[in-house]
């Protein structure tokens, strides 16, 4: 990968039920920015995609991950 990146994935379908069957399809995406810079304006414009809520930051082998969760 050539950082900076953005990796996402889908991570679970919620919804609530009706006549045993799921009433509607709510989709979270799981999306990380990897950056190798600490500081960067990225995480400002993922959060102002509606929906777009940040989860948690982690750094792993001198990489910052940021992830969001995202409701589509």
């Known amino acids: 990968m050539v950082y900076p990146c953005i990796v996402y994935e889908l991570d679970r379908i919620d919804g609530p039920n009706a006549d045993d069957l799921l009433y509607l ?3 979270r995406y799981t ?5 190798r810079d600490p500081d960067n ?3 400002d414009k993922l959060l ?3 929906y777009c ?3 948690r930051r982690y750094v792993a082998e001198n990489l910052y991950h940021d992830c969001f969760d ?3």
């Open 25 to 27: 399809k709510n989709r």
């Open 31 to 35: 999306i990380k920015y990897i950056s």
């Open 41 to 43: 304006d990225m995480i």
């Open 48 to 50: 102002d995609i509606p």
């Open 53 to 55: 809520m940040f989860d």
């Open 70 to 72: 995202l409701y589509y």
